[in-house]
């Protein structure tokens, strides 16, 4: 069973980090890509960025420069670094995987979890 929890959402100040955790389970992370995404409040999800099975990380415009995503395969597990964050990355950000080796669009992923919040306020 496919399963994905994130966590390490909270509440920071703007130009503060915050890394968040994807813990996967029901499959071999080495072998498949995890996309990480987001939705504000009235807004339509939209994508952060993905690591694929081959490791080459992207990025969204809008992150590239300030987030970075990073596996570590032993512990199943997928991050989410998050620096100078801004009030607009205020989101409740979710990971998923469509079982592919490569980045999908949004529409092909299959798996999702339940998201954590994260809030840039001061």
């Known amino acids: 069973q496919v399963q994905l929890v994130e966590s390490g959402g909270g509440l920071v100040q703007p130009g503060g980090s915050l890394r968040l955790s994807c813990a996967t389970s029901?499959?071999?992370?080495?072998?498949?890509?995890i996309g990480w995404f987001r939705q504000a409040p009235g807004k339509e999800r939209e994508g952060v960025g993905c690591i694929p099975s081959n490791g080459r990380t992207r990025y969204a415009d809008s992150v590239k420069g300030r987030f970075t995503i990073s596996g570590d395969n032993a512990k199943k597990m997928v991050f989410l670094q998050m620096d100078n964050l801004k009030p607009e990355d205020t989101a409740v950000y979710t990971c998923a995987t469509a079982l592919s080796a490569g980045c999908p669009t949004m529409n092909v992923y299959q798996y999702w979890g339940q998201g954590t919040q994260v809030t840039v306020s001061s």
């Open positions: 029901g499959f071999t992370l080495d072998y498949y890509a």
